[in-house]
């Protein structure tokens, strides 16, 4: 794997593909707090040249960082050798599909990390692929690339939220154009450690109300596994919103069953089933602090605005 521009790219035998196709195999990878990422999409160009993204491939390892960072503020040896399992695996996906441009991104347990720059050593050594820990502010600006909001009615406000292990990012959109956005560290996996104070509560919920005051009706958008789980769960057909009293009702049926029985009566892998319940805290308040009564859930995420991240900057440069 070579580098160009600030890019890795695959060489073929004959020349640099980047430069002589109208379609790339493109990938992300989204280093979270409780899970990493893997997204391999084809990007081609329709008729008209405008850009269209074709998912090929979505890998998850719940490698669960933030168990380790929110309390020890290291990832642990044993973790730390998952997590470069991790990536030789994803090295080899890439290479089987024939990759050629990826952008590799960490967001909070690794910014909380003091061995994370060790973990980042060891990956490119072993792997070529460099990883860059990102800001929270610029985990909502990706979560934003996917435009989602752009295709909505103005007769609405609208606020992502993006719910995550260590972190929650909000983006509010009226009129169309993007009014706020920020990180906040109220994460699932900090609530499950007790490590979110009443302070961090109430600074979100005085933000959210502040920033919605005067605004349209707020709709919400929602990102993350656990709220596309939520989804899977309600059996409502793809694009529709689910209402607010429907997110509620799971929290509270969800959160009266022990972890054990919760993992077999909705079917929920290990890794799911005990930070759904934070999750759905963290949704139901932003919206009920919003006004929102409903939330859509276009099954996008950070590993999708990455995609297109890397396009953007990919048709910049060549």
Known sequence: MSQLKGFQYERNHTSYIIHHT?????????IGSNAARLLITDVQKDPQGKAVFNKLNLFRIPLRLGFDVFEQKNISP???SMFLETMQGFKHMMNAYKVEAVKAYATSA??????SKEIIDKVKASTGIHI??????MEANLIYENHVAENMDRDHSYMYIDVGGGSTEISFFSNGILVFKKSFNIGTIRLLKNMVTEVEWEELKNTIKAVTKGHKEVVAIGSGGNINKILSLSKKKDGRPLPFELLRDFYRELGAVPLEERIVKFNLRA???DVIVPALSIYINVMRWANAAEIYVPKI??????????WKELKINN
């Open 301 to 310: 995420g950070l590993a999708d605005g990455l995609i297109q991240h890397l």
């Open 78 to 80: 044993e973790r730390m």
């Open 22 to 30: 109208f379609n790339l195999i493109l990938a992300a990878i989204d």
């Open 271 to 273: 890794d799911r089933a």
């Open 132 to 137: 860059e820990i990102i800001t929270g502010d």
């Open 110 to 115: 690794m910014r909380d990390a003091g061995n």
